[in-house]
């Protein structure tokens, strides 16, 4: 699934230093509002560390409940490609590797899934 940086309104967009960050606020057991934070701020964070080639990417998150998010890469930082990653459990970090270059990330779409039904998809 691909999209441009105009079709991912309201995700963060960038290389992952700094931070990308979404400020998510959820109420009773479910995501009331996800915004991109400013200055990485935040309470569900991705940074970016490893090669130019072998970027990795540390999604955290401050939330009482398990999120799943979208994420997806960019080469040129205008089309964006889906890729997988792992729902993230409180208090939990995920990392994520891709072995080409990546220039940017859209992280977005926050919502919440059973603590069960954590998984990498």
Known sequence: MEA???ELAGFAIGS????LALQVDVVDGKVASAVPAVDGGGNLRAVR??????????VSGALPV????????SQDGER???TSSCAL???ISSFEMWRQP???FALGNPRVVANGKV???
């Open 102 to 104: 990546v220039r940017e």
């Open 16 to 19: 992952g230093r700094p931070a």
């Open 119 to 121: 998984r990498c998809e």
């Open 49 to 58: 560390s490893g090669t130019d080639d072998e970027p990795m990417l540390t």
């Open 4 to 6: 441009t940086r105009n």
């Open 66 to 73: 398990a999120v799943k998010f979208d994420l997806y890469l």
């Open 80 to 82: 964006f490609t889906y």
């Open 89 to 91: 459990t409180p208090g």
